[in-house]
């Protein structure tokens, strides 16, 4: 986990399309949500990683975290 959101509640939701999966993450502290796409083949915690930076570049840019 990235170090800004190290101790905070992440909720994770993965959907297969086919080639691709779709990852849903959600901070519970702020209710923000991102999504990203990755290769089917990749594993979950690939796609955990990319979907925490992702959440963590979205909350920087509205100023939630520092």
Avoid: H
């Avoid at 190290?6 to 999504?35: H, P, W």
């Amino acid at each position: 986990m990235t170090e800004p959101l190290r101790g905070r509640d992440i909720i994770f939701e993965f959907y297969s399309m086919g080639a691709y999966v779709k990852v849903s993450a959600m901070d519970v502290r702020t209710l923000t949500e991102i999504s990203i796409q990755g290769a089917a083949g990749a594993s979950e915690a690939m796609l955990k990683k990319n979907a925490m930076k992702r959440l963590e570049y979205v909350l920087r840019k509205k100023g939630l975290i520092s």
